[in-house]
């Protein structure tokens, strides 16, 4: 393992946050209809939280010597007003997203900085609870 092979897993996961922001943003202006009420709520809580995220992986590279990326994550965003493909499509990004902090929590251990493991943890698990909470919307 190389620094340069955790500031890139890290960049992975800030340039996923970074997309995150943008996708929940779009579905959270064009959900429409009778779920708009509770589905733009449920988007724009997915802006913050994936704002916090993104400044969470931003410090951890700074404090690891990094530099961060500024462009988010190429994968398109769908543009749709059905609901439940923008469901789907969080569901995806999300199980993306956890998948990349699972990856990463290991290098972390290995280089024993337990204030970064544990801030990243948060950040995991924080990922795991969107990925249920989106499956069981999607049921």
Do not use: C, Q
Request: glycine share 4%; aromatic share 8%; charged share 25%.
């Amino acid at each position: 393992m190389t620094d340069s092979e955790i500031l890139d897993s890290l960049n992975k996961a800030l340039a996923w946050e970074l997309r995150a922001i943008a996708m929940y943003a779009h579905y959270a202006a064009y959900v429409s209809g009778i779920h708009r009420i509770n589905l733009a709520t449920h988007f724009n809580n997915e802006v913050t939280e994936s704002i916090t995220h993104a400044a969470t992986v931003r410090s951890a590279i700074v404090k690891l010597g990094g530099k961060a990326t500024t462009d988010r994550e190429s994968t398109e965003i769908v543009h749709t007003s059905d609901y439940s493909v923008m469901l789907k499509e969080a569901y995806k990004t999300e199980m993306t997203a956890s998948e990349t902090y699972r990856g990463i929590l290991p290098l972390i251990e290995k280089i024993g900085d337990s204030e970064l493991y544990d801030a990243l943890e948060v950040v995991y698990f924080d990922e795991l609870r969107s990925v249920e909470e989106l499956r069981m919307m999607l049921m």
